[in-house]
């Protein structure tokens, strides 16, 4: 007689937040506006302020990847999941984000096709949160068929919270839209920038934020 056993499964660890980064390479995204973008993220992970942000949550540990998006079905994770706690980590994360290159040289802008695709990416990821939240960078309102309102509600639904950064160098009422239309879940928020070279600053201090959960209230 052989008895067969299930092995435990080993449960990965619990962590603060799941995040997804979502970067615009659309067509109205040239080479130095998508470098400032990939450079502003790369400083970020290595900033002392994201790495106590992190080391303030009761875990210690968040998840995170980085997806870029442009047009139908123009989505793809190019930094996959990895666990960030500490300084070493976060490098390690941050080089891999230096390392990353584009992935679509032109499409449109399909700000409800990545809401979807990011909002899945958030619910499957395999670790135990405590919130789950999609970063949102781009410059321009949705130009595709689809409704941004109806995949944000969806993915509200879920569980999964939409944060916005406006690039309004292009569109002026960029902020409004993205505050109307994208973001949406508990203690949701947007920010502006008025160009692409006040990005970085902006983007540290939204990581901060969406970090650190003492700054969301």
Request: glycine letters at 6%.
């Amino acid at each position: 007689l052989c008895l067969l056993f299930a092995l435990p499964v080993r449960a990965n660890k619990t962590v603060d937040l799941v995040l997804v980064l979502a970067l615009d390479v659309s067509s109205s995204v040239d080479a130095r506006e998508f470098d400032v973008q990939k450079t502003g993220l790369v400083l970020a992970f290595r900033h002392a302020a994201v790495i106590a942000a992190i080391q303030r949550g009761r875990h210690k540990r968040i998840a995170v990847a980085a997806v870029q998006w442009a047009g139908y079905r123009q989505q793809r994770v190019m930094v996959p999941w990895m666990i960030v706690g500490t300084r070493s980590e976060a490098a390690r994360f941050s080089d891999r984000l230096a390392d990353m290159p584009r992935a679509y040289l032109d499409g449109a802008t399909h700000l409800s096709g990545v809401i979807r695709f990011a909002s899945n990416l958030a619910l499957e990821a395999r670790h135990a949160a405590v919130r789950r939240v999609i970063d949102i960078s781009g410059d321009g309102k949705d130009n595709v068929r689809g409704s941004p309102q109806r995949a944000r509600d969806l993915a509200v639904a879920q569980g999964v919270t939409i944060n916005g950064l406006a690039i309004a160098n292009e569109t002026p009422d960029l902020f409004d839209y993205y505050r109307s239309h994208i973001i949406g879940g508990p203690s949701a928020f947007a920010l502006a920038v008025r160009d692409y070279d006040t990005y970085p600053a902006a983007i540290l201090r939204k990581l901060v934020r969406e970090i650190d959960t003492r700054l969301l209230y």
